[in-house]
């Protein structure tokens, strides 16, 4: 961000972003634990681009990005872990970018809870008054020697 | 005052696609990198293996 001198009401409006996205990404976090898939796809652009953890290098579009969603949601049946860690975000006049960590999972059917860390980073535009995501990038590093994602690190 | 966000595939020397995304911040007239992410998936059959092999 530029540091200069700005109006009150200026100050006032770049606060009122980031509360605005900090909402965006609350309620899409909510939706996302619970496989509210409609609710989920109502925080997304229609042209999001997104970089997931797992399956595809990219996917293209809403509809795609949807049933990616819907294909994750029957390989977990079970409650789900999602909690947003560290989140920062930077707002512009309408685009924003932001990133977090997200610890994910699942309980077990023995109560056991089984997560990891996770990094995410996340464009947003506003349109309307509105911010959506309009691009996410998730995903753990992993470890070039053994060739395997790392699911275990803690921050 | 604007903020971009730039994403692109780029070939590493092992000739593997990985995913980047790139969060830029205007300082002083010029744009730097604030934030950088690069990635590539990893499998989910058991191997968590990270998925180099992919291509777009």
Redesign the interface.
């Known amino acids: ?2 540091h200069h001198q700005t109006a009150a009401s200026e100050r006032f409006s770049q606060t009122d972003d980031e509360t605005q996205i900090r909402a965006l990404i609350d309620d899409w976090a909510k939706a996302a634990g619970t496989f509210d898939i409609d609710r989920v796809m109502a925080a997304y652009t229609p042209d999001i ?1 997104a ?8 996917f293209k579009g809403a509809q795609a990005y949807r049933e990616h969603w819907q294909a994750c949601s029957a ?1 977990c049946p079970g409650p789900m872990i999602f909690e947003v860690h560290d989140l920062a975000i ?8 932001g ?1 977090y960590l997200v610890r994910c999972g699942a309980v077990g059917e023995d109560g056991k809870e089984d997560a990891g860390y996770m ?1 995410v ?1 996340f ?1 947003c535009r506003r349109t309307s008054g509105k911010w959506k995501i ?2 996410e ?1 998730f ?4 470890d070039p020697e053994s ?3 790392l ?1 275990r690190l803690e921050p | 005052m604007t903020e971009n966000v730039g994403r692109a595939d780029d070939e590493a020397q092992i000739t593997a696609f990985f995913r980047q995304t790139l969060c830029f911040r205007k300082i002083r007239g010029a744009w730097k990198i604030a934030h950088q992410h690069e990635s590539v998936p990893f499998y989910m059959d058991g191997s968590y293996r990270a998925a180099v092999d992919l291509e777009p």
């Open positions: 961000m530029q681009l970089f997931d953890a797992i399956a595809q290098l990219q390989m930077e707002a512009g006049d309408d685009i924003a970018f990133h990094r980073t464009g309009a691009h990038h995903s753990a590093p992993f060739g395997k994602a699911l």
